[in-house]
């Protein structure tokens, strides 16, 4: 009966525990930084999964080439980014926060390659299922 009643708090224990530990992880996915990492993660090292669940659906890219501009929408940039899955840009990437507040934000991402740089100029908003990324707006240095 003791072993019985051992084996039981046991497994309460561990399903607690586990509980707490799911939790934790589906917040972390929650926050502004997931979004901003999963994006840089994306682009600087081909790692796009998850990448999907911080685009807002109506999310707008938006890349200058010079003087020409092309927008995109989030079907078409996933698929631009799949065919790059996996591959390591040969750059340093980082972000700045220009602007926060509770319901938006302002992200500058930089990536320096040797002899140029990318900018990505993304605005996030917290939605009810977290923090999305809506609009990114990039340019060539």
Same mark, same amino acid.
């Given at each position: 009966?003791?072993?019985?009643?051992?084996? =039981?708090? =046991?497994?309460?224990?561990?399903?607690?525990?586990?509980?707490?530990?799911? $939790?934790? *992880?589906?917040?972390?996915?929650?926050?502004?930084?997931?979004?901003?990492?999963?994006?840089?993660?994306?682009?600087?090292?081909?790692?796009?999964?998850?990448?999907?669940?911080?685009?807002?659906?109506?999310?707008?890219?938006?890349?200058?080439?010079?003087?020409?501009?092309?927008?995109?929408?989030?079907?078409?940039?996933?698929?631009?980014?799949? =065919?790059?899955?996996?591959?390591?840009?040969?750059?340093?990437? $980082?972000? *700045?926060?220009?602007?926060?507040?509770?319901?938006?934000?302002?992200?500058?991402?930089?990536?320096?390659?040797?002899?140029?740089?990318? *900018?990505?100029?993304?605005?996030?908003?917290?939605?009810?299922?977290?923090?999305?990324?809506?609009?990114?707006?990039?340019?060539?240095?």
């Amino acid at each position: 009966m003791k072993t019985l009643k051992s084996l =039981a708090a =046991a497994l309460l224990i561990l399903l607690t525990v586990s509980a707490f530990a799911t $939790d934790e *992880t589906k917040n972390k996915k929650l926050l502004m930084e997931n979004a901003i990492n999963s994006y840089i993660d994306a682009l600087s090292y081909g790692k796009i999964k998850g990448l999907s669940s911080v685009i807002d659906q109506e999310a707008k890219f938006t890349i200058s080439y010079g003087e020409t501009i092309r927008t995109y929408g989030k079907s078409e940039m996933l698929e631009s980014l799949r =065919a790059q899955e996996n591959i390591v840009q040969n750059c340093k990437s $980082d972000y *700045t926060m220009i602007e926060s507040s509770p319901a938006q934000a302002i992200v500058k991402v930089v990536m320096k390659y040797d002899t140029f740089s990318k *900018t990505h100029f993304l605005t996030l908003s917290n939605t009810s299922k977290g923090w999305k990324i809506t609009n990114v707006s990039s340019s060539f240095n």
